[in-house]
Structures are given as C-alpha cells and as structure tokens.
Nanobody, 120 residues
C-alpha cells in the first residue's frame, strides 16, 4: 500500500516536496522501482519521475527535468519528489507508483493522489 502526501497550493516559482510511504517490509520495498505520475484535469496521466531499486539511477521526462528530483529511503520505505521552480502547468494530482520493472515503469501498485496547485 502506498500513501502519498505533501501536496498543496504554491505560487509559480515555488517549491513543494511530495512524500510517499510504502507499507511493506524493508526486504521487499527495494525490489521495486518507484515512480511519480500526475494527472491534470481533463488530461491523461503522465509520467513524472522514476528511481531505481537502490536509488542509484533516475530518469525524468523533459517537462520536469532539471526542476524535479526523485529520491528514496529504503530504510524508511519512503520515496520523495522534490519539485522546484513550479509552473502553473504542473498543477495536477500526483500519484506514486511501484513497479518491478525500472526501465519501463508503468506502475503496478498505486497510491492515492495528492493535489498540487500552482498559482500564477
């Protein structure tokens, strides 16, 4: 089970840090790559960030590269998304997901979303 938190209202140019807690044993959490996705109103869900099992590797789409940073703490079963230089187009519900496949992370297990609203 995944539980995302940390969303809120922020002005353009501001920052937010999202957290996702995984309720699983530490022995299994690091068997999953973790990712963040988002869905804006009226739009399809889109990929935002992925991190490998140990946290040694990450990848992002161009839309957030250089502004967003994903990280994880396997000892705490946590994954984070640091979002800087936020833009109004970043407004969306953000979801964390777990997937055994890092290179083609599409999400096998999902948390509930957390809403991020960026005002202009």
């Amino acid at each position: 089970q995944l539980q995302a938190s940390g969303g809120g209202l922020v002005q353009a140019g501001g920052s937010l840090r999202l957290s996702c807690a995984a309720s699983t044993s530490g022995r299994t959490f690091n068997r999953y790559a973790m990712g963040w996705f988002r869905q804006a109103p009226g739009k399809e869900r889109e990929f935002v960030a992925a991190i490998s099992y140990s946290g040694s590797s990450t990848y992002y789409p161009d839309a957030v590269k250089g502004r967003f940073t994903i990280s994880r703490d396997n000892a705490k079963n946590m994954v984070y998304l640091q979002m800087n230089s936020l833009k109004p187009e970043d407004t969306a519900v953000y979801y964390c997901a777990a997937d055994p496949n890092y290179s083609r992370l599409t999400g096998v297990y999902w948390g509930q979303g957390t809403l991020v609203t960026v005002s202009s």
